[in-house]
């Protein structure tokens, strides 16, 4: 990757006469990317695919980087990828089709606390697909990692007696599991997943039905497949559920350092944005409710 950086950095200083500022604001940027990539199963940028890149921009939202932050590093990612496509590299640029400044005027979408029993109810648990589907779904709103951590899961990360998860993300954190949590999982790691694995050396707690670890990807289609058959309106996302998993914790009375310590923020007010999210449901419910609204 180093010399595709180089490259793309000759390029602006000899091609597109970047200034010097310009040039060092893209290369930190794509040099940030390309860390995070690597921390999450990418090892070369050129497997980078959109929902990858979509990923990395909820991150940079998450740390709490500004719009105008987030933005530029978007722009540079662009640049780097368009100039991939010129030179051959890749066939197709996985930064096309995103706008931020319509995402960033919404507050985070969640599903209800019914919209989340009705999507966890799709799994149906009468074949291995079903019961790993459920134990994934589960363990997503259970916790509230993102789907990067999820698929990088291994079976020593799950503690069933103790009933929670270590989960390996930007920093190492123990999050809990409710019973039917510990349920599902139970059923999935004990009788499913050994006649799943394709061998007996995998690791990995949630694997595809060739028996290999689980992709983004895979994910991503079985989120949608969910949605399609529980006829849920909103647009589900992975996210979606991390979203609606911190919003029900504050509803219910979680303090939001509690909250932030399991969502794996570092910065609180990445979390404080939830409170803005309950704030507006409970508005919604007191128009539509109160006889003088």
């Known amino acids: 990757m180093n010399d595709l950086i180089s490259s793309f950095e000759s390029y602006l200083r000899n091609v597109k006469a970047s200034s010097d500022n310009t040039v060092a604001s893209y290369l930190r940027d794509i040099r940030q990317f390309d860390s995070y990539c690597s921390s999450h199963g990418h090892a070369d940028l050129r497997d980078v695919i959109h929902h990858d890149v979509c990923d990395y921009m909820d991150h940079l939202h998450e740390e709490g980087k500004s719009s105008s932050t987030v933005s530029r590093c978007v722009a540079s990612l662009r640049c780097f990828y368009n100039y991939l496509v010129s030179t051959g590299h890749i066939a197709r ?69 103790g009933a929670f998860l270590r989960c390996r993300g930007s920093k190492v954190r123990i999050i809990p599991l409710y019973p039917a949590a510990v349920r599902v999982l139970s059923d999935y790691m004990n009788g499913i997943r050994p006649n799943l694995i394709a061998s007996a050396s995998e690791r990995a707690l949630f694997v595809n039905l ?11 289609k079985i989120i949608k497949l969910y949605q399609e058959k529980a006829r849920i309106s909103k647009d589900i996302t992975p996210h979606t559920l991390r979203h609606s998993f911190a919003a029900h914790l504050l509803e219910n009375g979680a303090d939001l350092r509690s909250i932030q310590e399991m969502l794996g923020h570092s910065d609180i007010s990445s979390t404080q944005i939830y409170t803005q999210v309950v704030k507006q449901n409970l508005k919604s419910v007191y128009h539509k409710a109160h006889p003088k609204a």
């Open 210 to 220: 060739n028996g290999e670890r689980m992709s983004r990807q895979g994910f991503w």
């Open 93 to 161: 640029c996985p930064v096309h089709d995103i706008h931020l400044e319509k995402k960033e005027k919404k507050l985070p979408q969640i599903l209800t606390s019914e919209e989340v029993e009705l999507l966890l109810q799709q799994p149906k648990c009468v074949d291995p697909k079903g019961y790993r589907d459920r134990a994934m779904l589960e363990v997503l709103y259970a916790t509230g990692i993102r789907v990067s951590e999820l698929i990088s899961l291994d079976m020593e990360d799950i503690s069933l007696s």
